[in-house]
């Protein structure tokens, strides 16, 4: 099977996908393109599909590069391969031929760019990410580049979508103790349960920073399981673990 590559006019003809699950080689929970490494999937299938996405890439398999995630708001700059990944959850580069990628189940994959400027960057943004800055972080280290913020094109991949995303009381608690205004990315549920609206909230936080154009491409993870993994999904279901999708850019 071919892999699935969803894209945006938005970010014009510098190369980038956000990777479906389909055209993988992983099977049983993980069936289709697992990227992940920390999952339990085999490690040299896991590699299979990350060569996979290298090629789609154009880029050989070193320099498909990522990070170790932490739900953190630390942005990293890279100008070449790195010899092992650094905690964080964002990357940007004016270096061509690096493709700058990041794993998700859920959470917001992000894709950035400056054609102008030649700076791109990729971000992972989970509820914690996205209330601590990353996105904001990943817009300044694009900026200490040379980026212009008005120029900066910000896309969000397959994320899990409000209608799917049920929180409890705790949980909008961060939210209102940062800004009483969050209020309006919940939406009343069952009970005492509200609906999270994460894609709205990686919007705001995008046009907070300043970033010239930002979109969602309006795909649910958790919705569409021949498409996407998701934990969330994966937890309901009370499988063993998940797969990851990836997302990557590159000049």
């Known amino acids: ?16 996908g956000f990777f479906t699950r389909r055209g993988g080689a992983s099977s049983g929970v993980f069936t289709g393109l697992n990227c992940g490494s920390g999952s339990s999937d085999q490690r040299e299938i896991v590699q299979i599909n990350r060569g996979r996405v290298a090629d789609a890439m154009g880029v050989p398999d070193t320099h498909l590069i990522g990070v ?4 953190s708001a630390t942005a990293v700059t890279v100008d070449a391969p790195l010899a092992e990944k650094r905690r964080a959850d964002a990357l940007v580069t004016a270096t061509p031929g690096l493709a700058l990628s990041v794993l998700t189940a859920d959470c917001q994959p992000v894709l950035f760019a400056d054609l102008k400027a030649g700076v791109i960057g990729a971000a992972h943004a989970g509820w914690r990410g996205a209330l601590d800055g990353v996105l904001s972080a990943t817009v300044a ?19 899990i979508s409000q209608r799917a995303y049920e929180v409890g009381p705790e949980f909008i608690d961060n939210f209102l103790a940062e800004d009483q205004e969050f209020a309006r990315y919940f939406a009343n549920g069952v009970d005492d349960r509200m609906q999270f609206d994460l894609p709205g909230f990686g919007l705001n936080r995008l046009r907070a920073a300043g970033v010239g154009h930002a979109e969602w491409t309006h795909h649910c993870t958790y919705s569409d399981p021949d498409r996407f993994y998701s934990y969330r999904r994966t937890t309901h ?13 590159t000049l």
């Open 141 to 159: 280290a694009m900026e200490a580049l040379g980026a212009k913020r008005a120029d900066i094109t910000a896309v969000i991949g397959p994320c």
């Open 237 to 249: 279901a009370k499988e063993a673990d998940y797969g990851r999708l990836i997302a990557s850019i």
């Open 1 to 16: 099977m071919t892999l699935e590559i969803l894209t945006s006019d938005s970010l014009g003809a510098v190369r980038h």
């Open 68 to 71: 170790h995630q932490i739900h």
